[in-house]
Structures are given as structure tokens and as C-alpha cells.
């Protein structure tokens, strides 16, 4: 049974940060594409940062600079270093795994973790 588990998640003040982790296991993670979205009350869920089977990283324009991504095969993590968090990052936070490199849409990840709630004070 695939299952990913994201952690990390809580309330923050503005320009703080926070690194989210994601466990997965269930399947051979180095064969995976990792993916974090978010999904902010109200808004549809979006593409925050992926990171391919080799390592290379993509992120979105909202969060370059601010956000580093990545991934411990031996321990079949993924983890996102969030750093000058702003309110407008307040969201719940999910990991997914993809077969295929450089995805940036939902519907090409086949799992998905619960979430973590990241939530940014002004």
C-alpha cells in the first residue's frame, strides 16, 4: 500500500520559515518524480515545486528564491525549505509522486499525501 505523509506544516509569522517533510512508502521511491502543491481556501489547488528522478528542480514564479526543494532516496523523503514565508503562502501543502519528469499539473501524479497546513501571519 502506497502511502505518503507530509509533516511540518503550522503557523508562522511573516518572513519566517519552515521545511516541510514527506515520507513516502509502499513503492521504489527513486523511481518517482516528487511534486509539492498547495491548495489555499477557496483556490484551486497549484504547482509549487518538483523535483525529478536525477535531481533536477522546477519551481513556480510565486516561490523561486524563497523555496528549495528536495530528496533523500536512502529515506524516501522529499522535504521543501520554505523560507520569507508571506501571508500569501498560507495553504495546505501536499507531496505527490509522478512517473514522469518535469510535471507541473495535478493530474499527471498517480499519489498524493493529506496535507500539511502552513499558515503565515502578517
Known amino acids: 500500500q502506497v502511502q505518503l505523509v507530509e509533516s511540518g506544516g503550522r503557523l508562522v509569522q511573516a518572513g519566517g520559515s519552515l521545511k516541510l517533510s514527506c515520507a513516502a512508502s509502499?513503492?521504489?521511491?527513486?523511481?518517482?518524480?516528487t511534486g509539492w502543491f498547495r491548495q489555499a481556501p477557496g483556490k484551486e489547488r497549484e504547482f509549487v515545486a518538483t523535483?525529478?528522478?536525477?535531481?533536477?528542480?522546477y519551481y513556480s514564479d510565486s516561490v523561486k528564491g524563497r523555496f528549495t526543494i528536495s530528496r533523500n532516496n536512502a529515506e524516501n523523503t522529499v522535504s521543501l525549505q520554505m523560507n520569507s514565508l508571506k501571508p500569501e503562502d498560507t495553504a495546505d501543502y501536499y507531496c505527490?509522486?509522478?512517473?514522469?519528469?518535469?510535471?507541473?499539473?495535478?493530474?499527471?501524479?498517480?499519489?498524493w499525501g493529506q496535507g500539511t497546513q502552513v499558515t503565515v501571519s502578517s
Open positions: 523535483i525529478s528522478r536525477s535531481g533536477i528542480t
Open positions: 509502499g513503492l521504489p521511491f527513486r523511481t518517482y518524480a
Open positions: 505527490a509522486l509522478t512517473r514522469a519528469d518535469r510535471r507541473l499539473d495535478t493530474l499527471a501524479y498517480e499519489y
